[in-house]
């Protein structure tokens, strides 16, 4: 019997891991229960926390071969990066950031892998000017290479509820209704149009 369940890796930091929300789920759950593709499929969160696009970028793709396998006999393998911002606290260079993931698109095109990414929402901590450029940056990557990105940062910035959450938990990473907000925006900015599906899926 041939496995045709697409199978959609997810890497990144504490934020695809949804740590601080109270229901465990996440961004990436709530996205997933939303999804609906039959037969389901396998989505798998490759997360370690407080991680540098540098430290991704040399991990993942032996991460994510081991759980791709060979090549589905219909579709493609799916690939999302959500990325957060250690690189500002690590000290890593603008110029740096932008390679980093200039590296990890190229390699996935070249693996003919599908990819998606969702940039940086705020944080309570560190120069929002910082966080705000690090997100453009990786919005004009992504959009060079003409692979979807997720907007977080600008929308959630003054956002009362978003804003809420920081304050109620470490200032780093939201609670329930924090990932609420970017499974929405994930779901509004191209999601079930780059799996294929409708986008009345919504």
Request: hydrophobic share 40%; with cysteine.
């Amino acid at each position: 019997m041939v496995d045709r369940a697409q199978r959609i890796c997810v890497i990144g930091d504490e934020l695809v891991a949804g740590t601080g929300d109270p229901k465990g789920l996440g961004w990436v759950g709530r996205v997933t229960a939303r999804t609906p593709l039959e037969p389901s499929p396998y989505v798998m969160t490759l997360a370690v926390p407080q991680e540098t696009t540098t430290a991704l970028s040399g991990r993942w793709e032996a991460e994510t071969a081991i759980r791709f396998g060979p090549p589905p006999p219909d579709g493609s393998h799916h690939l999302v990066i959500g990325l957060g911002h250690a690189d500002l606290a690590a000290g890593v260079s603008l110029a740096r950031s932008r390679l980093n993931l200039a590296n990890i698109l190229d390699v996935a095109e070249s693996r003919r892998l599908s990819t998606f990414v969702v940039g940086p929402p705020p944080t309570a901590h560190g120069e929002p000017d910082r966080q705000a450029e690090l997100s453009a940056a990786f919005a004009d990557v992504a959009g060079r290479r003409r692979v979807p990105y997720v907007e977080t940062y600008a929308p959630l910035a003054q956002h009362d509820q978003w804003l809420a959450d920081l304050a109620s938990g470490d200032g780093q990473t939201p609670g329930q209704a924090g990932y609420g907000l970017m499974a929405w925006l994930v779901l509004h900015t191209g999601w079930h149009r780059w799996l294929g599906l409708p986008e009345d899926a919504v």
